[in-house]
């Protein structure tokens, strides 16, 4: 099955603990995204990657960092200098381009709870 | 400051009724409108693109409209069903190189039996 997977999808962090989130497709696309989703807020882009080795900061990417090192991979990890990490993370990929190349497909989440 | 608004309220339909979602956009001229569904705790799928120069898309139950004018898509179900009830995001494709997306906070839409 072509898709993209997130894992894990729950997952519990003590303050000043750094986490990773991890963020795996099997679309052969070339860009691919970090968003978080509050409670009634739309989706906020963490970062993002238009092909490996490379990624661009979005509008929150403070507190966060990314790596890109494979096409297939795109690891987010939450550090301790995010002071409000508690929320839904998604992780999504296109094609990359214009009207349908630019559809996202999305991963199931991952729902982060500091405790 | 550019904006881009869907009904904050949930929208409450009767079964069998068309339901209709409003998105607006303010200072933005996209070349494409998305429009996708999102479950609760699960990702957002895509349903239905629009370009900037198309008045109307159809797909199956569902119909876009676009107006570039009023800044406005109008996003419809015909014979609304329970299983339809969802988040509905609209996402703005601005054509810009970094191929980003901007996306609404989405309208909770419940299918009343």
């Known amino acids: 099955d072509g898709g993209i997977t997130q894992s894990p999808k729950y997952l519990f962090r003590k303050e000043g603990q750094n986490v990773t989130l991890s963020c795996e497709q099997n679309?052969?696309?070339?860009?691919m995204y970090w968003y978080r989703q509050d409670p009634g807020q739309g989706l906020r882009l963490i970062y993002y990657s238009q092909i490996v080795n490379d990624f661009q900061k979005g509008d929150i990417a403070e507190g966060y960092s990314v790596s890109r090192e494979k096409k297939e991979s795109f690891p987010l990890t939450v550090t301790s200098a995010q002071k409000n990490p508690t929320a839904f993370y998604l992780c999504a990929s296109s094609i990359r381009g214009q009207g349908l190349k630019a559809t996202q497909y999305f991963g199931p989440g991952t729902r982060l709870t500091v405790l | 400051s550019q904006k881009i608004e869907q009904n904050s309220e949930a929208l409450n339909i009767q079964e069998g009724k068309t339901a209709t979602l409003t998105c607006n956009y303010t200072n933005y001229s996209p070349a494409y409108l998305q429009w996708y569904r999102q479950d609760p705790g699960r990702g957002p799928v895509f349903l239905l693109l629009?370009?900037?120069n198309e008045k109307e898309k159809r797909k199956e139950r569902l119909k876009v409209t676009f107006d570039t004018t009023l800044k406005q898509s109008l996003f419809h179900i015909t014979a609304s069903q329970p299983a339809d009830s969802a988040t509905y995001l609209c996402?703005?494709?601005?054509?810009?190189?970094?191929?980003?997306?901007?996306w609404g906070a989405g309208t909770k839409l419940i299918i009343k039996p």
């Open positions: 629009i370009r900037e």
């Open positions: 679309l052969n696309h070339d860009a």
């Open positions: 996402a703005l494709d601005l054509a810009r190189s970094n191929y980003q997306l901007i």
